[in-house]
């Protein structure tokens, strides 16, 4: 039990000391993470409403993938990425691999068909009548969309929440592209894999939690969000 | 006359093989409430969607003269900013009543000091001023109903489509809502079309009627003309004249016919001449019914002796089937018929105006 105690003793230190670090690393992974949200969203948003409200050929294959995308294995995607950015990959030239920038695409990968699969189910549950209704209250297409997206936005921001807290959670991608390099490419979870690695379960431990206090307070910020914008 | 606000040429709907709309004229008046009924699935709302420019058709549209593609696309957004559509699920948004009685102004671009204003009178009309801040999942059928006119009504439509908007609330809901669309459209001048069911909206609210059956308009015309001369016999009988009579003509003079059905002669007002054979409609409110005394007959034209054959009880009504020949509905208020002791084998006379009786000429 003492292993235990030490790490909650150690992660209180670390950020009630202002372990500079440490808050570069908290800060490292929110950007990561935070970044390839946001990229999976504007990617993800309009390929998923796209997907739920129109008909077209190849339509059914489109969501399988997506939906294959889900479950994607991290360590395949990071194998991709290594793949593509290896200096005598396709993307070699970018000299990207051990980047930052590497570890968004990777988690970009990852989280986008998961916010296009939460977009989907979202547009998809709202009433079909609702188009024709906007429609008639004069509304251009884009303002159509618009105004369906914000209906959807209970589960839209459940997309996003779930983007997030895969990436952010995710180990085995950021650590092959990233390398864990200290003090350029190492985050949250890939340090704890090395510290775990060490033998250094106090830091080990002090990480973990802060990566779940993180991952809660992002959650916390949505849910607010969430309940904020509806009417009592 | 002035010009149509929306004139529709040959309007055509075919879904799945089945023409479910064909339309080869319908002119929409400035200003008048013209309601469009029918049995469902007869077409109607179909009607009122492609008017909408909601739904696809074949043929040709204007609306206040200008030529409407009506294949919807970009240059119909501009003709649907002038109209309004009421749906009978009021399908409001996930946000409060005020914002969405504004949002169909908010698509216009109105902002500012007149948005306010507009909301808040149209609001106050519709009686939903104190919900202005509630969610929508908060209210009733009929709250909900009222927040569906108001925010049509907010746009100042010059046309306003209103597709069964009474259908699924509860009686006293529905007179209230109805007597409230009322009085609201006796003080704008807004055009409206109207799509229902009911018989009783249309003769509470209707400028003209059409009568919709199997995707077809059956009658247009004023609203007295179409309840009191039905163009054919499934129009008598969707607009509820009850008795329809298979007759012959006997001889007519001075738009006055005399017409034999199954052996007995009624008196009509009509121009048809003799021997043509006709169906006779008699509205059952238009009969009155009187007890006869045992064995006293009746020589007197459109006064006939019978029999009570069946009563059904319809609350307030009474809705009685009298054989005097060929079987008559009659309409008498519970009262009346406890009054008189009526029951089944009650030895009656029924008797009606020759105006009462409108005769369609039969193929």
Redesign the interface.
């Known amino acids: 039990m003492d292993l235990v105690w030490d790490g909650i003793a150690q992660a209180f230190w670390l950020l009630v000391r202002g372990d500079r670090e440490t808050y570069q690393v908290i800060l490292r992974s929110t950007q990561v993470s935070g970044m390839a949200t946001v990229l999976s969203v504007l990617v993800g948003v309009p390929l998923g409403t796209l997907l739920g409200l129109s008909r077209f050929p190849g339509r059914n294959v489109l969501i399988a993938l997506v939906n294959m995308g889900m479950g994607l294995p991290p360590v395949v995607v990071g194998l991709l990425v290594v793949i593509t950015l290896w200096r005598s990959g396709p993307l070699g030239g970018l000299h990207m691999l051990y980047t930052p920038q590497a570890m968004i695409a990777a988690q970009f990968v990852l989280a986008f068909p998961l916010v296009t699969a939460f977009t989907l189910a979202s547009v998809q549950q709202l009433?079909p009548?609702?188009r024709?209704?906007i429609?008639?209250?004069?509304?251009?297409r884009w303002?159509m969309l618009l105004?369906l997206l914000?209906?959807a936005r209970l589960p839209l921001l459940a997309a996003v929440m779930a983007g997030f807290g895969a990436v952010i959670s995710e180990v085995g991608a950021s650590l092959m592209v990233g390398g864990n390099i200290r003090g350029l490419t190492n985050v949250l979870t890939t340090d704890i894999v090395s510290a775990t690695g060490r033998g250094d379960f106090a830091r080990a431990i002090a990480l973990g939690i802060i990566l779940l206090a993180l991952v809660y307070a992002a959650s916390l910020a949505i849910t607010t969000i969430q309940q904020r914008t509806?009417?009592? | 006359m002035s010009q149509p606000i929306i004139e529709g040429h040959d309007l055509q709907v075919v879904f799945g093989g089945r023409k479910v709309l064909d339309v080869p004229y319908l002119a929409v008046e400035q200003g008048e409430v013209l309601v469009i009924v029918g049995p469902n699935g007869s077409g109607k709302s179909t009607l009122l969607q492609v008017l909408a420019l909601l739904l696809p058709a074949a043929g040709r549209l204007t609306f206040a003269g200008e030529a409407v593609n009506t294949r919807p696309d970009k240059s119909g957004l501009h003709f649907r900013r002038r109209m309004a559509v009421v749906f009978q699920e009021p399908l409001l948004l996930d946000t409060s009543v005020r914002e969405n009685v504004a949002t169909g102004l908010k698509l216009r671009g109105t902002r500012g000091h007149d948005l306010e204003r507009r909301i808040s009178l149209w609001l106050e009309r519709f009686g939903i001023a104190h919900l202005a801040a509630r969610s929508p999942r908060t209210l009733s059928g009929g709250e909900a109903q009222r927040v569906s006119l108001a925010r049509a009504f907010v746009v100042e439509p010059e046309v306003l489509l209103l597709d069964e908007p009474f259908a699924s609330l509860d009686l006293p809901t529905r007179y209230a809502l109805m007597g409230d669309l009322k009085s609201v459209l006796a003080r704008t001048s807004t055009t409206v079309v109207l799509v229902t069911h009911d018989r009783d909206e249309a003769l509470a609210l209707a400028d003209r009627v059409g009568v919709m059956l199997s995707g077809r308009l059956a009658q247009i015309d004023r609203t007295e003309a179409v309840f009191r001369s039905p163009a054919s016999e499934e129009v008598a009988a969707f607009i509820g004249v009850e008795n329809v009579l298979r007759g012959k003509v006997a001889s007519q003079q001075g738009g006055l016919a005399w017409v034999v059905v199954e052996g007995r002669i009624l008196e009509a007002v009509s121009e048809l001449a003799p021997d043509t054979p006709v169906l006779a409609c008699v509205r059952p409110e238009d009969i009155t019914l009187s007890l006869r005394r045992a064995g006293e007959t009746t020589s007197a034209r459109n006064r006939l002796a019978g029999h009570v054959a069946r009563i059904d009880d319809r609350g307030s009504q009474w809705r009685v089937v009298v054989d005097c020949g060929f079987p008559l509905v009659v309409l008498i208020t519970r009262q009346s018929g406890h009054e008189m002791g009526l029951a089944p084998g009650s030895e009656v006379a029924v008797a009606f105006k020759a105006t009462a009786a409108h005769l369609i000429p039969r193929a």
């Open positions: 009433n009548k609702l024709t209704q429609l008639a209250l004069g509304a251009s303002q105004l914000r209906e509806r009417p009592s």
